[in-house]
């Protein structure tokens, strides 16, 4: 097995809580009429340490630092100097090191971003998803359009890197709209965007809509016209697809993302995050309670709110690894898996892999296994089939 102890190390923090729940959000959101700053403050900062100290990673090089959610435009800017400067005094932090933060692009939040900024921030992922009213209306966001492009005109002047999150293939939304809608995103000219298709998950109230019939999604054939759009357009543009739904030009890659689909190790502290990592040679997974009181209370009580510690076996590294990196224009680097994991055939499945490869579903090039255009809508079929008879 290689050593894994110089992979690049990120850290992702997350902040739970926001003004409302949007209809397709399925993370660990809520809202909460009141924050005690302070005090949540000094439990992130708690939960680092404990974090790294169990994951032994004091002194490694940190590559990046997320501030996801939630909302975290809605923390105090304190917690964020906090929480770097923790992490400051515990890792090797470079001088480029990249930090990025969501936020919405509401007035409000827009007034705080140079506070962000000054605490640290030096990329901002800003989640505007439409540019359409009717669309800003269907997906339940607190903005309109026209805040939305001010806002975003605001961050531009205090940060370099600025991306901005759309979701298309909405209910109704026909592909010429998304054309247009596309075109006027695209005449932004931002360095990176994150395109995604409207998905249905389990337990927002999208999902509960669309289970009682109250709500339509394109099908996969109407899905993939969507999809070859966007590809199409981005790419003509200088800002082509580097993972599935993300785009961004030469050098403004997502660093931080780029760590979670190339399986490299991350800590995650706040409710509901979770970290993958390896220590003594094993890969290890950390997740952390969901519920915002129950998180605080343990973390005050014993450093950590951890609720499950796990070690992955081999073939589930090695099929995560396969999983994420597929998602990545340039592939997933198969000898790593082979140096972290054994040969394919004790995590993967051969014959599979060549078929695939015949069928122009993948490639193989510069030892990268990567989806070609003809695979790349079909990677949860791809996964399945070069993971069969190895379900762990």
Known sequence: MADASQTPLALYVHWPFCLSKCPYCDFNSHVAQSVDHDKWADAMVRELHHHAERAQKQNHTLSSIFFGGGTPSLMAPETMAKIITAARDIFTVPHDIEITMEANPTSVEAERLKLFHDAGANRLSMGIQSLKSDGLTYLGREHSAEEA???????????????????????????????????????????HLSLYQLTLEPGTAFYSRHQRGLLNVPDADEARIFYDMTQNMTMAVGCPAYEISNHAKPGQESRHNLIYWQAYDWL?????????????????????????????????????????????????????????????????????????????????????????????????????????????????????????????
């Open 149 to 191: 492009l001010k806002a975003l005109d605001h961050a531009r002047q205090i940060f370099n890197r600025v991306s901005a999150d759309f979701i298309y293939a909405r209910t109704d939304q026909t592909p010429d709209e998304w054309r247009d809608e596309l075109h006027d995103i695209l005449a932004l000219g931002l360095d």
């Open 268 to 392: 995650g502290i706040g409710p509901g995050a979770y970290g993958r990592f390896w220590v003594d040679r094993k890969r290890m997974e950390s997740r952390s309670r969901r519920d915002p009181a129950a998180w605080l209370d343990d973390v005050m009580r014993q450093d950590h709110a951890i609720d499950q510690y796990t070690e992955d076996s081999m073939i589930d590294f090695a099929h995560e690894a396969l999983m994420m990196g597929l998602r990545l224009h340039q592939g997933v680097h198969l000898n790593r898996i082979i140096d972290m994991a054994g040969p394919i055939s004790g995590w993967g499945n051969e014959k599979a892999m060549e078929q695939l490869i015949a069928a122009d579903f993948i490639a193989m090039e510069d030892g990268y296994l990567r989806l070609t255009d003809q695979g790349r809508p079909l990677l949860n079929t791809v996964i399945e089939h070069l993971t069969q008879d190895h379900s762990g």
